[in-house]
């Protein structure tokens, strides 16, 4: 049961670029909305988060875009640079306690 | 702080032995998971304590498969007998609690390989 649909696969994006990687979920109960960054050989590490009583959130050069009508969301990373080129994951987290990961977005920054 | 610590970091077993993962968390947090990744399935939770106690073992695989916290600063996973398709890499993450959601930190994970 799939329950959060992250897109796209992989993206490749020109240094000083836009990145943008969208989720979307089926339950209206989540309450937490956390994007992780994963480098190879490496744990994900927390990026940026957001609850649903905001619609936006930013730090730096990361955004989390919140669309709580729409059940989306979405990482924006502006002026992209090469050390940015990792793995996005989204995830949503349930009441159950259990945090539920997308398939993850392969992001290559070309110089 | 040192992280979350995990060993072995690659282990490469044959089919049928026993493997146990190992894993200390931070000090002081109160939740530990137990994650597998793969390139089919992803990141899947398989099981999280709260102050050493198991509350949702519900990701656990299959009888094979088993968790323990003994207390706040280890926690083993342990699948025996052990077959080709569980190889993959197993995290574990701690959580500072004491309430949940809250960041997780994740470790540098075990690459598990069954022949």
């Known amino acids: 049961q799939q329950q959060v649909k992250q897109s796209p696969q992989s993206l490749i994006v020109q240094k000083g670029g836009i990145s943008i990687i969208n989720c979307a979920y089926e339950n209206t109960a989540f309450d937490y909305f956390p994007w992780y960054q994963q480098f190879p050989g490496k744990g994900p590490a927390l990026l940026i988060a957001?609850?649903?009583?905001?619609s936006e959130k930013k730090e730096g050069r990361f955004t989390i875009s919140f669309n709580k009508s729409a059940k989306q969301f979405s990482l924006h990373i502006m002026d992209s640079q090469p050390g940015d080129s990792a793995t996005y994951f989204c995830?949503?987290?349930?009441?159950?306690?259990?945090?539920?990961f997308g398939q993850g977005t392969e992001l290559s920054v070309k110089p | 702080d040192a992280g979350v610590i995990q060993s072995p970091r690659h282990e490469v077993t044959e089919m049928g032995q026993e493997v146990t993962l190992r894993c200390k968390p931070i000090s002081g947090h109160d939740y530990l998971f137990w994650y597998r990744q793969t390139m089919m399935r992803g990141l899947e939770l398989l099981i999280y304590f709260n102050n050493n106690v198991p509350i949702d073992d519900s990701g656990m695989p299959e009888d094979r498969f088993s968790a323990k916290m003994p207390n706040a600063s280890f926690s083993t996973l342990k699948i025996q007998p052990s077959e080709p398709r569980d190889s993959a890499v197993y995290f574990c993450a701690s959580v500072p609690g004491p309430k949940i959601p809250d960041t997780q930190y994740f470790g540098p994970g075990t690459r598990l390989t069954v022949l």
């Open positions: 957001i609850r649903p009583d905001v």
């Open positions: 995830a949503v987290f349930n009441q159950g306690g259990k945090l539920i």
